[in-house]
C-alpha cells in the first residue's frame, strides 16, 4: 500500500525540453518533483521508444495537483511550428529574381550560352584562353540575364 511519502510515476515524455518544462511548472507551484533517464534520453534519442522517454516523478500525496497544473498549463510540444520558422521562408528582397519568371533560383557566374562580342572573341584567341561574359543563370527557366 502506496504510503502519501511515496513517490509515483506521473507522466512521460519523448523529448528531455518538454520533461523539464514541466518539471520547472510543477516547481513554481510549490511541488517538488524530479526526472528520469533524462540524460540516457539527451544523449542517445533513439533509446527514448526503449526506455519510455523521460520520466517525470512526484510524491503521491501531490500527484493530483500535478495533473491537475499540467492538464491547466499544457507543455508545448517541441516540434510545434512557430512563427519565426515561416518567416525564415519569407521571400528575401536582397535575392536577384529572374525577370522572365521570377524565380528566385539564379546563380551568377560565366556566361553558359556565346555571348562572345567581338573583342572579347580577338582577346581570347591572342591570350589562349576564353574571356566570357559573367551573367546571372536561372535555373528555373534556363535563361541569363545581366
Known amino acids: 500500500m502506496p504510503t ?21 511548472r510543477l516547481e513554481a507551484a510549490g511541488i517538488p518533483c524530479f526526472l528520469s533517464n533524462e540524460h540516457l534520453v539527451s544523449l542517445m534519442p533513439l533509446y527514448s521508444p526503449i526506455t519510455g522517454g523521460v520520466r517525470l ?8 495537483a500535478a495533473v491537475e497544473i499540467l492538464r491547466t498549463v ?7 511550428p512557430d ?8 521571400p528575401d528582397p536582397v535575392t536577384p529574381r ?13 556566361a553558359t550560352r556565346n555571348t562572345y562580342g567581338f573583342w572579347s572573341a580577338l582577346l581570347s584567341v591572342l591570350l589562349r584562353f576564353p574571356v566570357r561574359d559573367k551573367r546571372y543563370h536561372c535555373f528555373h527557366c534556363g535563361k541569363e540575364f545581366k
Open 98 to 110: 529572374c525577370p522572365h519568371c521570377g524565380s528566385s533560383d539564379v546563380a551568377y557566374g560565366p
Open 74 to 80: 499544457s507543455v508545448p510540444l517541441a516540434t510545434t
Open 4 to 24: 502519501p511519502d511515496s513517490v509515483v510515476f506521473l507522466e512521460s515524455y519523448y523529448e528531455p525540453m518538454a520533461a523539464n518544462l514541466a518539471r520547472t
Open 83 to 90: 512563427e519565426a520558422s515561416f518567416a525564415a521562408d519569407a
Open 57 to 64: 516523478h512526484v510524491r503521491q500525496r501531490d500527484a493530483e
